[in-house]
């Protein structure tokens, strides 16, 4: 327990400070950029963080685990970050084409494309990030993370002052190079190197993280890109104004679960440790949902001014999905630590089938608060599947180890 709550305290530390300089960095672009150019901002984001998990393909997390319970890595993670720089710029790529094949406005064509670059940066981050913390170096990440949001507030804001929508962009893209090579240079690295073996091991260990990381992603944007679809640029500014602040919390109690990860891979009986985990996870996504339902009348004028008070409502719903989202959190770091990964990806792919029907059913009836309704009912169904998968799981293994006891005192009195 005590090595998580070290872990946990510097990645919630460094989520709280990273989601507050976040959360400024979008009430500034938000202000300076409009509900229509801040819009076409969060439409360009979700769209190439839709497809980042295409550049991860689970080998983070699979690495991750490796490297926690064996330490000796060099060749297995030299052939993993040749494999990510690959997986970058395929993702590049596919951001670019179908931003041409979905958007006829030549304005988010560039747009994505700059969305696109900035998540490549992003992926190659977050494999260097997992390694820091397997190694339990978690302050690196952490310097990390604060150094690419600091940057962000600065150049994203002074981007958009003088450039508007492309200058936003680019000062992103730039914040997130200045993270990458803080941790390239900190971290000691094996050089990338080609091997196809590794790659297809890694590959297919990591394929249900990876069918759960792309449907993750899906669920946490799709209602933004169907309200853009649907309402245009405005109403996507409005809906992403509170999606931003729902994820922003969400991801106090998610650096929670990541901890969980390294901790237990380095326990064979993690006794109590995830029960533990998840009462923190609750008790603060409780807390945050209050906070956020309550106050949202307060908190949109507040931070993005009267233009953006449309969202109140939209946040009001929205902010009690911390709770199911938690216990996702939760589930799925459990899962992985006990290798149930293709549980991780079928619960995901379930939920983007229910994203996709709530908002068939409730967007074209109940405006942007359909799609609040669909990202709630889905992350519920979720949290309830995976509670039940997991204690199911509990139930079966102490029936199992009673009936060896039972077996082994049967042989001693024989």
Known sequence: MREWRLTAQWLVAAQVAARALGLLNNVLLARLLAPV?????????????????????????????????????????????????????????????????????????????????????????????????????????????????????????????????????????????????????????????????????????????????????????????????????QGAGWYGSASVLLWASNL??????????????????????????????????????????????LWVPLLYGTAYQPAAPVLRVLAWCLLPAAVVAWGNAVLLVRHRTAWVGAVAGGGVLSMTACLWWWLPREGLLGAAYAQLATQSIMAVVLMTLILGETSRGKNGHKKRGLERDAGRTV
């Open 37 to 233: 150019g801040y819009g076409s901002f969060a439409q360009a984001m979700a769209h190439a963080g839709a497809l980042a998990p295409l550049a991860d393909m689970g080998v983070a997390a699979i690495l991750c685990r490796h490297v926690a319970r064996r330490g000796d890595t060099s060749t297995l993670l030299g052939a993993a970050l040749a494999l990510r720089l690959l997986q970058s710029v395929g993702l590049l790529v596919v951001a670019a084409l179908s931003a041409w094949w979905i958007y006829g406005a030549s304005r988010l064509h560039w747009a994505v494309v700059l969305a696109g670059a900035y998540w490549s940066v992003a992926s190659v981050q977050q494999l260097l990030a997992g390694v820091a913390r397997a190694r339990a170096q978690t302050h690196l990440e952490a310097r990390a993370v604060m150094l690419e949001r600091t940057a962000t507030v600065v150049l994203a804001a002074g981007g958009a002052y003088w450039l508007g929508l492309w200058g936003a962009l680019t000062g992103v893209l730039l914040a997130g190079v200045l993270a990458l090579v803080y941790l390239w240079r900190r971290l000691p690295l094996p050089a990338p190197w080609l091997n196809w073996r590794v790659w297809k091991r890694l590959l297919w260990a990591g394929v249900p993280l990876a069918v759960a990381d792309v449907c993750h992603g899906l669920i946490m944007r799709l209602d933004i890109l169907a309200v853009g679809m649907r309402y245009g640029s």
């Open 252 to 297: 106090v109690a998610g650096s929670m679960a990541l901890a969980l990860i390294p901790a237990a891979a380095r326990r064979d009986h993690p006794s109590g440790l995830d029960r533990r985990v998840l009462v923190w996870m609750l008790a603060t996504a409780m807390a945050l949902a209050v906070v956020l339902g309550v106050g949202a009348s």
